[in-house]
C-alpha cells in the first residue's frame, strides 16, 4: 500500500512538471511589409500573472507546411515553453514570395519575435528566446540569430553556413539537388523569379551570380556578433547529406568561437531528425536539442555534453565523442599517389616514402567511367534507409576515363574531413574533376564510396598546369577486413551528381604525380568510449 502511494506521488510528480497546454492554430503575423504569414503555438497555461515563459521559434523547411514540428511543440509547450511555428513567405497560404531565406525572411523573422512578445497574455520572457529549425528553417535559425540581438540560443539541423558550399561547391552545380529545390517551391510555393534566374547562371557556371546571392544569406558574417552575444549553437548535421554538406557543418562549428555543439548523424538530408518530426520517441537529435534548450533557456544543470560527437557509419550504436575539437586523437595522415604505368591501377604510398616522380598520366572525358557516385537522391536514400552503399567495381572501370589507387589498410577509423591535393594540367579551359574516395574489397577491388567530392573550373587556362584543393565529404567510418580493407582514391571528368563544364570528347586532363598530388585522411589514433543510443 505504502508503496503503491508512493508510486502515485512521483506519477503525480511528472505529471505536476507537465504544463498544460493551450493550442492556437490559424495565427496570422503581419510582416513589415504587410506580407501575412501562416503560424501556430504551442502554449503553457500561466497559472500566476507573474510567470514567464522561455520562447522558441520554429520556421518552416523548403516545400513543408508550417505545422511540421507540431509533435515536437506540443511536448516543448508542456516543458514549459512557449512555441511557435510559422510559414516563411511565399509558402503554401503564407502571403508574398519565396526569398530563399534572404533580406525579407530575415526582416520576418524580428516581426515574428515581436509578434510572440506582444501577445500579452501568452507571457513570454523576453529575455529568453530561442530560434530553431530543420533544413531552411535552420538556415533561418542562425541568420535570424545573428540579425536580431533579442535571440539568445539558436538551434539549426541540417542547415547551411553558406549556400554557396550547398549549391556550387568547388564551383561544381549541385545539379540534382538544386533541380528538386527549384521544382519544389514552384508546386507548392510562389518563388520570386529570382530563384530561377540564379539556378540558371549556376548551371551556367557564372560564379559571380552565385557568390551575390550566396553572401546575402549566408551566416559566415554573422558570427562576429553571434560570438559578442555569446550565442550558444546547437549544429546537426548528417554525414550523407548530399545539400548541406557535413564538411560545411565542422567548419562552421571551427569558425564559430562562442559556445557550441556539433552532432554529425549517419543519414541524408534531415533524416537523422525526422523521426523526431513524426513523433518516434527517443530521436537522438530531438533529446540533444531539448538538452540544450533547458540548458540555455532554463538554466537547467546537467553534464556537460562532449563538444563534437560523430555517428559512426559502420555501427551506428558507436558516437564518437570529442571533448576537445580540433582532436588530438585524429592524426591526418598523407597518402601521395603513384603512377599506375600499366596496371589496373597506382598506389597510395605514405608520404616519405614515395618515389620522386616527374611522371603524369591522363585521363579523357567520358560519362561511362565505371565509378559510381550513387544513383541522385534515390541512391542517397537507399543506403541510408535500407543500407544498399553505393559500390563501383573498380577492375571494370575505366582505363581512359577513370584512375584509381589503392592501399591495403590495417583496421582502422577514418573521423573527419579528408583532403585532396591535384596537381594538374587541363587540355581546355573548362572542366570538372570529381574524386570518390572508397573502402575496397582487398581481392574483388569493388569499392564502396566512403566520401567524394567535386571541383569544376569555368574559366582556366587551356594547357596550363595548376595545384587544386578539393575538401571532400567528412565521415566517420571502419576500414578493416576483407570487404574493407583497402583504401581507394579514384578520379574522373564526370558524374550524374554534378553538371559538367564541358563534355567534349576532346577533354583530357594530366595529373602529375608532384608533391601537389596527396590525399590527406583523419585517422583516429584511439576509439573513445562509445555511447549506445
Ligand atoms: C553573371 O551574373 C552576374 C550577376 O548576377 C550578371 O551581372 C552577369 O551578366 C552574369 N554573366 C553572364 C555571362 O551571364
Ligand atoms: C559587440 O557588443 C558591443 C556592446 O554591446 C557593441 O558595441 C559592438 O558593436 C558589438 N560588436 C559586434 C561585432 O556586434
Ligand atoms: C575569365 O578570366 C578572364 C581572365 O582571368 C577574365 O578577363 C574574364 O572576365 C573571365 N570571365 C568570366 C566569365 O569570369
Ligand atoms: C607545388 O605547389 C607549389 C605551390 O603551388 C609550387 O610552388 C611548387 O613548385 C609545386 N611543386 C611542384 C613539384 O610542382
Known sequence: MALRLSLLAALGAVCAAQEEVRRLKFLTITSYDGTKLNADASLPLPKTPSDRFPVVIMANSWSVPQFEYVIQAQELAQAGYIILEYETRGWFFSGGEIDCAGEKDQRDISEVISYVLSQSDWQADPGRIALAGISYGAGLALLG??????????????????????????????LVWGEVLVVMAHVVGKPEPLLDEVWRQVLAGNVTAAQSFATLRSVLPYL?????????????????????????????????????????????????????????????????????????????????????????????AVREQFDVWPSSRLQRTTLVPSPRGRGFFGSLVPKGQEAPSTAFESISFGKMTGINGGLPVIGELMQVFVDHRITSNLLLSSRKHAIWFYKQV?????????????????????????????GVNRITKVG???????????NCTAGQRGTYQITLRTLCEDLGGLGMGGIGLALNMYSALYEPANSEEALTMDFHYSENFSLEIPVAESKSPSILV
Not at 260 to 287: C, D, M, T, Y
Not at 431 to 436: D, E, G, I, L, R
Not at 448 to 458: D, R
Open 410 to 438: 590495417d583496421t582502422e577509423r577514418l573521423c573527419g574531413t579528408p583532403l585532396l591535393n591535384l596537381d594538374m594540367t587541363p587540355s581546355h579551359a573548362k572542366w570538372q574533376v570529381v574524386a570518390y574516395l572508397l
Open 224 to 316: 562576429p556578433a553571434l560570438e559578442n552575444r555569446s550565442v550558444p549553437l546547437f549544429i546537426s548535421n548528417n554525414f550523407e547529406d548530399r545539400l548541406f554538406y557535413p564538411e560545411d557543418a565542422v567548419a562552421l562549428y571551427e569558425q564559430y568561437k562562442g559556445p557550441k555543439r556539433l552532432l554529425l548523424n549517419q543519414g541524408v538530408h534531415a533524416s537523422a531528425e525526422i523521426g523526431g518530426l513524426f513523433g518516434l520517441p527517443n530521436n537522438h537529435v530531438w533529446l540533444e536539442v531539448k538538452k540544450w534548450l533547458a540548458t540555455y533557456l532554463k538554466g537547467e544543470p546537467g553534464p556537460s555534453p562532449p563538444a563534437v560527437e560523430m555517428q559512426l557509419r559502420s555501427n551506428r
Open 145 to 174: 540569430a545573428g540579425r536580431d540581438p533579442r535571440v539568445k540560443v539558436a538551434v539549426a539541423m541540417s542547415g547551411w553556413s553558406d549556400l554557396q558550399q550547398a549549391l556550387f561547391k568547388h564551383n561544381s552545380p549541385n
Open 448 to 458: 564502396t564510396l566512403i566520401s567524394h567530392g567535386s571541383l569544376t573550373c569555368w
